[in-house]
């Protein structure tokens, strides 16, 4: 039996919320942050990397060990917007679709860590596949298989 729609409104009501004050430069872009993807100077050592989205993102080096990174949407995603985050160890972009799902754990922030991914070896260059990075615990895993 489903939740009463107006539990599941509020319910995603409450995840929006959750997701604009984790997220509030998503939510609400400043003037700088109004175009769909920032652009990056071509470099030849630039790597793309296509997330699990299907967004295709190009990361080069833009001086003194710092990261630009290019988007190109998906099809039909070219009206999503998309945050880059570089922190000291990495360098994340974020489409705006995906914020209620890292707020409420069903993704993982890392699978938008463009940064580590290439360095772990999922870049574009390194598979002609979209790879499939799956964790779960024990007991999830042992209800999934019926045991």
């Given at each position: 039996?489903?939740?009463?729609?107006?539990?599941?409104?509020?319910?995603?009501?409450?995840?929006?919320?959750?997701?604009?004050?984790?997220?509030?430069?998503?939510?609400?872009?400043?003037?700088?942050?109004?175009?769909?993807?920032?652009?990056?100077?071509?470099?030849?050592?630039?790597?793309?990397?296509?997330?699990?989205?299907?967004?295709?993102?190009?990361?080069?080096?833009?001086?003194?060990?710092?990261?630009?990174?290019?988007?190109?949407?998906?099809?039909?995603?070219?009206?999503?917007?998309?945050?880059?985050?570089?922190?000291?160890?990495?360098?994340?972009?974020?489409?705006?679709?995906?914020?209620?799902?890292?707020?409420?754990?069903?993704?993982?922030?890392?699978?938008?860590?463009?940064?580590?991914?290439?360095?772990?070896?999922?870049?574009?260059?390194?598979?002609?596949?979209?790879?499939?990075i799956m964790q779960s615990t024990g007991a999830a895993t042992n209800a999934a298989a019926g045991v």
């Amino acid at each position: 039996m489903s939740p009463p729609p107006r539990i599941t409104g509020a319910f995603v009501g409450i995840l929006l919320g959750a997701a604009a004050l984790l997220f509030p430069q998503l939510c609400c872009p400043t003037a700088a942050q109004a175009s769909p993807a920032a652009s990056a100077p071509a470099s030849p050592t630039g790597q793309s990397i296509t997330l699990i989205t299907g967004d295709v993102v190009r990361l080069a080096p833009a001086g003194d060990g710092r990261f630009a990174a290019s988007v190109q949407p998906a099809p039909g995603r070219e009206h999503i917007r998309f945050q880059t985050i570089e922190t000291e160890d990495g360098v994340r972009v974020i489409p705006a679709d995906v914020v209620p799902m890292l707020a409420d754990g069903r993704l993982d922030m890392e699978l938008f860590d463009v940064r580590h991914l290439i360095d772990d070896g999922y870049g574009d260059s390194a598979s002609a596949t979209l790879p499939l990075i799956m964790q779960s615990t024990g007991a999830a895993t042992n209800a999934a298989a019926g045991v």
